[in-house]
């Protein structure tokens, strides 16, 4: 398999996202809406599946693990697809208004990038599936 370090690197992408949602999220998760809880729950249980699945597959006596996560992943893709459509057009405008400074900031384009993002994370998904042996 390539890329036998990779999960090093996955676990430095969460430490990026720690401190790129620090702001916007983790600092008041509190009061955030739970749309917001459910994709960010969901999102965090991919990236650590993601640096699972790596970590097993160069591990001598993991590949079990490695498929059991795999056939999970297959579970929560849904879940993850629809956490980033509950924060497209979440309805509490005055809580965008007051607390989100990305969505004011970008507006319509937020809802543009974010569903770019779910038909990349759909198109991904499908041919890590198609190809993967």
Do not use: E
Request: glycine share 8%; with cysteine.
């Amino acid at each position: 398999m390539p890329y036998p370090r990779a999960h090093y690197f996955v676990l430095i992408v969460l430490a990026v996202i720690a401190a790129g949602f620090w702001p916007s999220y983790f600092s008041v998760a509190g009061a955030v809406p739970w749309q917001f809880h459910a994709h960010g729950i969901a999102a965090s249980i991919w990236v650590c599946m993601v640096a699972a699945q790596s970590w097993t597959a160069h591990h001598k006596g993991q590949l079990a693990v490695h498929r059991a996560i795999g056939m999970a992943s297959l579970f929560l893709f849904p879940f993850l697809i629809a956490g980033l459509f509950a924060i497209i057009d979440f309805t509490g405008k005055s809580y965008v208004a007051n607390h989100d400074p990305v969505r004011v900031m970008l507006g319509g384009a937020f809802l543009t990038g974010v569903a770019l993002g779910a038909a990349a994370y759909v198109t991904v998904f499908y041919r890590a599936l198609r190809y993967r042996r």
